[in-house]
């Protein structure tokens, strides 16, 4: 298998790509679309394939473009895994996957790690903020800086 071949062009060619591989082998899948639009007018969406039993004790979630510009890795993951199969019946039966493409498609289509509100969504989704006041966060945060130049390089 060339891993390549999973990649995609752009966020278009990876959402088209991952609902014909769902629709392939008949997941339920949904489309959630955004009010942003992608770099040539297109439509955003978050889209969700769920296989597996309705009630299940055992949840795999893959998502994937939570920083959009990660969403090419995470959806060719998802494109790799979904090729193997023939059909939805060889999946494993006792546990539910739920796989959720471009968690950030502005972010994704316009090659960006925040969203159309310019959030980042890794670091913004917390309501509750006394965890900023904890030793470990102090020393997460601390180890990130150190990490920053290499994982944000300025080009």
Request: hydrophobic share 45%; with cysteine; proline share 5%.
């Amino acid at each position: 298998m060339n891993a390549a071949a999973f990649f995609s062009i752009d966020y278009a060619t990876a959402r088209d790509r991952f609902r014909e591989a769902v629709s392939r082998l008949r997941i339920p899948a949904e489309s959630h679309v955004i009010a942003a639009k992608g770099p040539r007018g297109e439509s955003l969406s978050i889209d969700v394939a769920t296989i597996g039993p309705a009630q299940c004790r055992n949840v795999v979630i893959l998502s994937s473009g939570l920083h959009g510009v990660e969403g090419f890795l995470g959806s060719a993951v998802q494109l790799a895994w979904l090729a193997k199969f023939e059909s939805a019946a060889e999946l494993s039966k006792p546990v539910k996957v739920v796989l959720v493409h471009a968690l950030n498609p502005f972010g994704f289509a316009w090659l960006r790690r925040w969203n159309e509100k310019n959030v980042d969504l890794n670091r913004n989704f917390l309501a509750d903020r006394e965890f900023i006041s904890s030793q470990e966060y102090r020393e997460s945060l601390a180890a990130y800086e150190r990490l920053f130049p290499f994982l944000n390089p300025a080009h």
